[in-house]
């Protein structure tokens, strides 16, 4: 039976590359895909990855409604084996649910592909839909490391490298913004509660990271 598959992780775990590798295996094999995206690093209507790799893809807008795309896609004879979803936490709720009716009554296997909380290690509201709407939710196997060595799991926003904590939801960055821009770090918990970034770190910002201690 087909799926709707969620894979998730932080930022720069690699889930864009992973979403072309599956379509490259699977137009390999004579499998045709629609892709959708939503916001990509690389402009409108492309899917790409940080190692060079891009692809065309369906741009979403906040009124795109992909169960009907596909239908008028299959309605004029087009082959569509599978669905491919990048950048989905930007997904609304309601596009989330139209994917598993993509898989229910149009019989097509979805993979999508997000992070799954924002700056604020808060869920997107279309991260949280697909979890709770997925046959199967995947953690990304590409670890990331914070700045620390250990295991990322936070994705913290910087403005003029210095980590914010309060702002939209959405504002289009990446992990290789100039300092002066707006730019996104993985971290761990710790140093995501306490915003020590690399840059924090390396600037002798450290005295945050360090719990007080009473004297004796």
């Known amino acids: 039976m087909s799926e709707l598959v969620f894979f998730s992780g932080t930022m720069d775990c690699g ?9 490259h295996n699977r137009a390999a094999r004579g499998l045709r895909s629609v892709i959708f995206t939503r916001n990509d690093r690389a402009g409108e209507g492309k899917l790409s990855s940080r190692l060079g ?18 239908v008028a896609e299959l309605s004029r004879g087009s082959r569509v084996d599978y669905v491919v979803v990048d950048e989905a936490q930007f997904l609304g709720p309601d ?20 992070i799954t909380t924002d700056f604020r290690s808060r869920l997107f509201p279309g991260s949280q839909r697909l979890i709770e709407l997925a046959d199967r939710v995947e953690a990304l196997q590409v670890e ?12 913290a926003r910087t403005v003029g490298g210095v980590m914010v904590v309060e702002g939209a939801q959405v504002v289009i ?9 707006v730019g996104y770090e993985v971290l761990c918990r710790r140093h995501h509660r306490r915003q ?19 004297p004796v």
């Open 15 to 23: 889930k864009s590359t992973l979403a072309l590798q599956i379509v």
């Open 53 to 70: 790799l891009v692809t065309d893809a369906v741009e979403v807008a906040d009124g795109t409604d992909l169960y009907a795309h596909l």
């Open 95 to 114: 596009q989330a649910d139209q994917l598993a009716r993509v898989v229910d009554d149009l019989d097509l296997d979805v993979y999508a592909f997000g």
């Open 144 to 155: 990331t490391l914070c700045w620390c060595g250990a295991r990322a799991t936070h994705n």
């Open 173 to 181: 960055g990446d992990v290789d913004k100039a300092e002066s821009e």
């Open 196 to 214: 020590v970034t690399r840059a924090a770190a390396a600037g002798g910002s450290l005295a945050q990271d360090v719990l007080p201690v009473n």
